[in-house]
Every structure is written in C-alpha cells, then in structure tokens.
C-alpha cells in the first residue's frame, strides 16, 4: 500500500531533500507540499503550494502522514491541523519551548505523532549499542571526537551530547574536558571531548574506547542530508499503521 | 583475595606476556612458572621451572588457577594434571582436534575450566554488538576489512571469520567476496571480506555498515600481545570464583 | 576580472554541478548553458539552450571558457567550435578514442584545452606527495584501499590505478594483489589493492605504508560531485589566462 | 661491512629496545652496553657493564658508533667521551640545555654526531610531504588530532608542534585553538589542535585538510617503542660512513 504524502516547508532544503527521497521511494507518494512563500518553480516535479491551503488540502488530497521541517510555531500549527483531520505527523523541527512541546503531546492524543532530532538510522544504531559496549570494557578511557563544516558555530553537536549521555548512564564518568594544551594530564573519569570543524563535512561522530593494550572505534558518518530525509519518510511509513501516541525514532528502528 | 597463578609455556611469546600482566596485576601473583625447556633467565622476576615438576608444583604451592598457552597435547596434560588437584584452568592454546576438546570436557566436570580463541575483550564488546547494528540497519551493505602483519599466512583471520558469523546471523547475507577486480559488481546479499598484510601490525578489524547516505564503522585494534595475556588473566581472576564447568571468554565479560 | 563561462551538458549530473559552482563562485559568471535536449526548467536560475546554438552563442555571449562534461563525440565538436572562436576548453570528459584524443590535440593548437579525468584538488595533491612518501619508506609494505558506491561496476577505480602507477614508479613492486583468501602470504614487492563496494560513498581512496612497527596512512575523500565541478571551475579560471596549449588539472595546482 | 655499536642507558625502556632492534639487525653488532647502575642480568644476551668503564671500552671493544638515549648531562659526557676516541655519536636524549647543546656542537667538530627528536622514519615522511599538501590545498581547513596513552602530562606533542610548525611555514594560518565548546565558531586562519588521551596508544597523529567538498588526510601511527629503536639503529648504520659533523634524522631519509 503506498503512503500518501504531506510535505511542509517544501522549499527549504530540508524540505526538498524531503520531496527527492520521497518521489524516489517505491513505497509513498507525495500528495501535496507547502510553503509560507510557495513559489513558481516545481520541486522534483512536484506543485508547490501555500502553507494558507493547508487545511483543505489534508481534506481533498487525502495524506496518510504529514512530514515537517519547518520552525517551531509552524510545526504547532500543522501537527493541530493533522490532529483535527485525523492525519499522522512526522517532524524533524528543533526548538520547540514548553508550549510547543504540550502542542504536540495534545496532538499525540488524536493521531500518531513522531518527533525527533535526527533521522539518520545509523545515528539511532549507534546510541543502541554504545552502552553495551561501554559496560563491555569497564575502566576503559573514552574519548569522542566530532567532526562538522566550517559553518556550524555551536559545540559540541546535539548528536555528540545524546551519545554522551548514553556512555555516562553505562559506566563512571564525572566529567567532559573540551580540549588540552599545556599541562593537561588525564584525569580519572574524564571523557575528552573534541569537536573539528572543517570544509563542508555534514557530520562524523566517533566514539573510541582504549585501555589494556585495544582500542574500540564506534563511528557514524552522514554523506549528506538526504540521510535525515530518508530517515523521516521511513519514519512516515512506518507511522501511517501505528495507532494515536507519541514515538521517536528509535521505536521505528526497533521493528 | 589475591588469586594464585601458575603459568605454562612461561618462556613462550604469550606465556611471557602473561607474566608481565599477571606480576603487574594487583589482585594476583604468580606462584609458579614452568616450561618444558627452563632457562635460568627469570621472566619479570619469576624463576622458570621444569614442564615435569607440574604436578607437585600443584600441590606444593596451591595456585587457585592456571593459565596455559602452549601446544594441544601440552595443554591437554596440564588441563588433567589441574582437574586432579582442584585448580581452575584458562587456556587459549588452539589446534586441538576433537580428542583434545574431549579431554577438556572431562576436566571441566572436576574443575572450572576456560577456552577462548581470542582474549581481547574489545573484540568480544565488537562480538556482543555487532548483531545489534546489522538489525537496525536491514539492507545496508557490509564489508569487513581486517588488517595484520605481513607473516600471517592465512586469511581471512579467526576473529574475522567469528565476526562475519554473526553478521550474516542477524542479516540476509548469501556470499563473501574476497577481492574485486574487473568488471565486479556488487550482487545482493554480498558481503565484501578485504585482508590487508603490511608491517608488523598486530590485528585491526573494522565493519562498515553503508547505505542511505551514512556510513556506521565498528572497529577494533589490538596494540600489541599484551591485550590477549591481560584478558587471560582477567579470565583466570574471574574463573576463581566459579564452581566446575566449562566457560568461554563472554562468561567474563558477560558479569 | 570575471571569466565567462559557458557550461555544455547543462541537464546531466556533472552539469548542473558546473552551473551551480560557477554561479555560486565570486571570480566567474555563466553566459550560457546549452543541451542536447534543453528543457524549459532553469538550472540554478541558468536557462537552458540548445547545443544546436553552440556556435552562434560562442559568438554572442563572448565566453572566455567552455566547461564540458558530455560524451567524447560531443566533446570534440565543441572543442572544435571552441578552437574555431577563440575560445578556452576544460573538459571532464572520459572514454576518448585515438581520433577524440587527436582532435583535442588539433584544438589546442589554436586555443588552451584542458582535459583531466578527475577534478578533485585533493586528489592531484595525493598524487603530488604519494611518491616521495614511497622513497622515504623503502622496504615498507603498501596497501590501497578504494572505497565506492554500491553501483559502480569497476574495479579498482581510475583515480586507484593513478596512485598504483605513481607508488610503483617509486619503489620496487612487482605485483598488484586483489583480494587475499585461504592461505595466502604476502609476497615481496606485492601491493594489495582492495576496492570496497557500499552505500552511496562518492568515493575514498586510502594507502597505508607499514614497515618497522609504525604506519603511515594517505587518505582521499569526495564529500559529493561537487568537488569535481568545483575544481573544473578552478581550472576554468586558471586557464583564462593561459595560452594555446595542451594542459591538466596538475598544471592548475602548480600554481 | 658491520657496524659496531656501543649502547648506553642500556637497562632503560629505550636502551633496551635499542638493544632488541640492534640484536636483529644484520648489519650490526652490540660490541658493548653500559648503564649507570649496572644489573646481573644480561639483556637479549647482552651483557650490562658500568658506565664509569665506558671510556676504557671505546678503545678495547672498538665500537664504531655509540647510540644513547639517556638524560641530557650523561648524554654530554658520552658524547664528549667518544669525541676523544673518534667514534660517532646518535643520540636521541631530550631536554639538552644551552650548555648541552654547545657540548653537542664542539664534538661535533671531531666525530659526526647525530642528534634527533623522533626517530620514526614515518613521521619524518610526514613532514616532508605536509608542506606541499598544504600548499596544493590553499584554503582548506586544517585541524591535527593526536592520541596518546593516558600517562602522557603535556599537549600537544612534540611531534605535533612539529608538524604545526611546518603546516604553518605553508599556508596563511595565524591562530591554534585547543578545544570548542559552547559557541564556537571556526576563525579564519585558525588551525585546530586537539590532543586526545586514551589507553595505551603510542602515538598517532593524524592531519585532516578539508574544502572543496573533499577531504584529505595525512596520518602517523606508531606501534610500539621499537619504532624509534629501529630508527636509532638506521641512524647509526648510516652515520658509520660520514664524516665529522652535526647530522639529524632528515638526512639518513633524504639517503
């Protein structure tokens, strides 16, 4: 059964990565997309439309999911307009403050509602395994390096900070230390911490485990955005059988 | 509770590394070391004994464990020389035929005996992780790359072998390649094995999981001999503890 | 100075590439962009003409520079449209025969025609350096690793079989190994040549030198196409100002 | 023709690594091994004798070159020693003085001596290409990462300065920054340093220059000590044939 389709923010470059790993998906079509400022130019063939039709359009073109990537007010806006016509709702938006936040959870309570900060399956992999491995290699140092374009000005990544956390639940760590120069030896309990920023890279994680003599290399790297856009519209098509709830997307990878 | 060690092969390449790891260890000490050709030289301090003094060394100097790396039918003899005086034996001496499992079978219902092709625990956190990853990533595509010096001779390697066995366990995987050359493409189900020989390194093995525009790399590096003998010591650490059977090296790990 | 760019292929992967490099970079800008098949739909804001134009715009629009990455046949008629007008040639494309190759030998005759099979900057400075890494390690063992999408039906890659050339016109090897299976020691002077098949790598390429307990490890990675386009674009600039000539992408770098 | 050599430091980590990597070597022979506090036990077969016999074993065991990795005050008088018996000197001791390295110096005008930081043959391949990497790169972002055991006090390396150093003497790089955290947005011109602590690595450093939707990467990984054990003794056999004069590691490669 094919899935049908909602694209919002269609032309941001999430969106239109969003609409390329969608029309090339055997399994969904894309039944509609909108922007704020929808424009002339199609986008992989596809109309697009404004974000004011938004509503009629979940009534006459009959989406199965909705998938988002817009700001946080008007993700709000689309994920009631979902809950109203019964439409399933997938967002990949960030910065969503309390208010958005209990938005969604009301929403969850009509349809299936799907919100995560990264859509990359391998990304999701890894946070499944490396607690495993931590608790496999008891006093080993860890050491995480990240790696992203010349661009990015925060550090370290959203991405880093989740792995992060799953190391520090499976074993004894007390602190990050963010670089060492100088007078700078290790101290027990310490996960160093190294963000690089270079060129046009989309993202490297890499986790490395070392002590008695071995070394342990977790590492995840996207190529390009089009992994988070596949990443939602596998998202999508598995929500379109799920029931009214609230899921991330570590309950898709779990099938 | 300090753990009392005997060691066989003490002047072999391993039996001399777990020396090193069992004399720098602080919750053991070697009370014995024999080979069947003693030296006068004494490893770390430890004076080597002669292979036909075993059994009364047993008795004499009450190891709680002995830790064997030599040849099959040494190991053989050592193990039944163990089960008779109630001492525990770690052994990861390869190579023997179905007599010499037979034999150990026998002593593992005496005493606590242990048997591991690999001691490093980083390739058992690969082992234990592995299978997770390949799950959580259906149809992406696998290679292994396993690296070592240019003297081995065999390929691919033992630990290569283990890790694409429980790869192809929780995948649909129909064939290994071994080298492309040509006109190759990839086929479905193929999972690429790559044997790197070059210089003196010990042992490197890395699983690449690739599709939808990332990549998720597993890998493990043994720096040097001292990974395996400090896993074997810490099999034998644990093993004290433990009532007759037999083990393997994910019993360790496993607590 | 700007240059002016005329970009052939203008729909075709590497083609929109051009456009979107060239219109994205502050020293050049597009006067035209022609096909075989021209479409209404712009690229990067670029109409698109019809190759059957060529000509008439070389005339017209007064480029400086004409970037091809079509086939060889269409590649000679523009390079000799492009060396009738005056007008510089850099082209990307591959699969040349004896007559193609002497046709761009004839048109550079007239005009500066650049014909290199890979655009990556990074690439040319692996090669630059490959070499004297050779001579300073003699005796080591070297690997290459190329690693590919999933789809590419080759083996090893164009740009592996470049590195092979330039490391054993630099040492004492006799042999390229592909693949290592069952018992299979290495050989002196052999080079084991591995070529990864997985995902949508755009492509990496990695030697490794051991030898004397240590490695040395020179590694290539394309992000995406773009890199290719971009280093066209750099060529296309350099050779503005050059004269009638037959040139490649290392004469761009020297600079 | 085999070259005699005389070591110092003998019962120390790199004396005795010296000692092993000598012992191999065709091309020479230990002909003495000295130690301040001398042992009974011989090492690799070598016989420890006192320090205070040193200058009587220069003229009895006529070694040709002396290699010593020591401290900086018996470093001068070894070298001062074998400048009176006309034999050539290799040293690899740090932490000479202004004093010290004057000592070196004037023996220098006597015997040829030979004095390094780092004898790892691969890491002097590294510096010899870095220069021109960058520079056929202009432009591109640079971050170094090194990694070393956990018992290492200070950052970055020595190695790595040196590589800085000579990224820095070919490009347009004003600032090292240590570590990002929080907002941290990358800086023209900056380079990236970040020293990673983990385990029981050696040493490895690793040079990534990207832009231009590529990457590339130089890297250095040393396996154990012997490394510059092995380097020390090329240094000798080469020094044995030079004449009176101040050499270091770069010329026995440049060979």
């Known amino acids: 059964m094919t899935v049908r389709l909602g694209v919002t923010g269609a032309t941001g470059r999430m969106g239109r990565e969003v609409i390329a790993a969608a029309t090339s998906h055997v399994d969904c079509?894309?039944?509609?997309?909108?922007?704020?400022?929808?424009?002339?130019?199609?986008?992989?063939?596809?109309?697009?439309?404004?974000?004011?039709?938004?509503?009629?359009?979940?009534?006459?073109?009959?989406?199965?999911?909705?998938?988002?990537?817009?700001?946080?007010?008007?993700?709000?806006?689309?994920?009631?307009?979902?809950?109203?016509?019964?439409?399933?709702?997938?967002?990949?938006?960030?910065?969503?403050?309390?208010?958005?936040?209990?938005?969604?959870?009301?929403?969850?309570?009509?349809?299936?509602?799907?919100?995560?900060?990264?859509?990359?399956?391998?990304?999701?992999?890894?946070?499944?395994?490396?607690?495993?491995?931590?608790?496999?290699?008891?006093?080993?140092?860890?050491?995480?390096?990240?790696?992203?374009?010349?661009?990015?000005?925060?550090?370290?990544?959203?991405?880093?900070?989740?792995?992060l956390s799953e190391i520090e639940a499976n074993g004894n760590f007390t602190e990050r230390t963010h670089g060492r120069d100088g007078e700078a030896p290790r101290e027990e309990g310490e996960i160093g911490v190294h963000a690089l920023r270079a060129g046009d890279i989309t993202g490297e994680h890499e986790i490395l485990l070392a002590g008695n003599h071995e070394e342990v290399r977790l590492t995840h790297r996207a190529e390009d955005r089009g992994v988070f856009a596949a990443g939602a519209v596998d998202a999508a098509i598995w929500i379109a059988g799920q029931k009214a709830g609230s899921y991330d997307f570590a309950d898709v990878i779990a099938e």
């Open 29 to 163: 079509e894309v039944v509609f997309a909108v922007n704020r400022n929808p424009t002339d130019e199609a986008v992989d063939g596809i109309e697009i439309e404004s974000a004011s039709e938004f509503d009629s359009l979940l009534v006459d073109r009959e989406p199965t999911v909705v998938i988002d990537f817009t700001g946080p007010e008007s993700a709000v806006e689309y994920a009631e307009g979902c809950a109203d016509a019964g439409v399933a709702f997938v967002t990949g938006t960030t910065g969503f403050d309390d208010d958005g936040r209990e938005a969604l959870e009301a929403a969850s309570e009509d349809v299936a509602v799907l919100h995560a900060p990264n859509f990359a399956r391998g990304v999701q992999a890894l946070l499944n395994v490396v607690g495993e491995a931590v608790r496999n290699l008891p006093g080993y140092d860890v050491e995480l390096v990240e790696t992203h374009h010349n661009a990015k000005r925060d550090a370290p990544s959203g991405t880093a900070n989740r792995l």
